[in-house]
């Protein structure tokens, strides 16, 4: 299974990817994983993204193309894998569709894990931390038992600033504009598979299995 996985911010998208992984023990790639780890290694690729990180600027598409490719060469990718995260627009798909060929290791499907927009700004303008012991919550979902203590040590809970709703819709924005027209992408490549991701985590897998034909 060599699977792209799409979904906007507070989609669900990592939790699926990691039952996925625990069941079917394939890696999920994170780019930001994979830069964190080159940089702390001080690999070449590392030093190179080090170089544009520490002015502030975007690390070129060329560089963490090129630590995918070095991770898709590990052994633990001979089954298959996860990428989450990347590609977030339709240029590093098509150069990451390119590096596959060449490797000969084309992607099976992208999945697209829907949720409606109002259901998103729940699920992020909601949450809220003990300031305390850093236990979370969600005012609509998963709410305390006595509104802005947390149940578990007593401590106050807060809303961090990038769960206000500016920021969460400007969040959806930027998806909106760079990463949902993947969704396009894949469709026209034949490979796009879409799931509804609302209700229960394990529902929602069972759903994410069947698309996948697993």
Do not use: H
């Given at each position: 299974?060599?699977?792209?996985?799409?979904?906007?911010?507070?989609?669900?998208?990592?939790?699926?990817?990691?039952?996925?992984?625990?069941?079917?023990?394939?890696?999920?790639?994170?780019?930001g994983d994979l830069l964190r780890a080159a940089v702390a290694a001080e690999s070449e690729l590392g030093q190179e993204a080090k170089s544009f990180m520490d002015k502030g600027e975007l690390v070129p598409d060329s560089v963490v193309l090129g630590m995918v490719e070095e991770r898709l060469g590990q052994d633990d990718c001979a089954q298959g894998y996860i990428l989450d995260g990347f590609p977030r627009n339709t240029a590093q798909a098509e150069a990451l569709d390119a590096m596959l060929a060449e490797l000969g290791m084309e992607l099976d499907s992208a999945l697209s894990v829907e949720v409606p927009l109002e259901d998103l700004m729940k699920r992020l303008t909601g949450r809220r931390t003990c300031r305390d012991c850093g236990q979370m919550y969600n005012i609509y979902f998963n709410a305390p038992a006595e509104e802005g203590k947390c149940d578990k040590c007593g401590g106050a809970l807060f809303q961090r600033d990038d769960d206000r709703e500016e920021t969460i819709r400007k969040r959806l924005e930027v998806y909106n504009e760079q990463t949902a027209p993947l969704i396009d992408y894949y469709s026209g490549k034949g490979i796009l598979k879409s799931v509804e991701g609302t209700g229960d985590i394990e529902g929602i897998f069972a759903n994410v299995c069947a698309t996948l034909g697993l």
């Amino acid at each position: 299974m060599k699977l792209v996985l799409l979904g906007a911010p507070g989609a669900g998208k990592g939790t699926q990817a990691k039952k996925l992984i625990e069941k079917f023990t394939i890696p999920q790639i994170s780019t930001g994983d994979l830069l964190r780890a080159a940089v702390a290694a001080e690999s070449e690729l590392g030093q190179e993204a080090k170089s544009f990180m520490d002015k502030g600027e975007l690390v070129p598409d060329s560089v963490v193309l090129g630590m995918v490719e070095e991770r898709l060469g590990q052994d633990d990718c001979a089954q298959g894998y996860i990428l989450d995260g990347f590609p977030r627009n339709t240029a590093q798909a098509e150069a990451l569709d390119a590096m596959l060929a060449e490797l000969g290791m084309e992607l099976d499907s992208a999945l697209s894990v829907e949720v409606p927009l109002e259901d998103l700004m729940k699920r992020l303008t909601g949450r809220r931390t003990c300031r305390d012991c850093g236990q979370m919550y969600n005012i609509y979902f998963n709410a305390p038992a006595e509104e802005g203590k947390c149940d578990k040590c007593g401590g106050a809970l807060f809303q961090r600033d990038d769960d206000r709703e500016e920021t969460i819709r400007k969040r959806l924005e930027v998806y909106n504009e760079q990463t949902a027209p993947l969704i396009d992408y894949y469709s026209g490549k034949g490979i796009l598979k879409s799931v509804e991701g609302t209700g229960d985590i394990e529902g929602i897998f069972a759903n994410v299995c069947a698309t996948l034909g697993l």
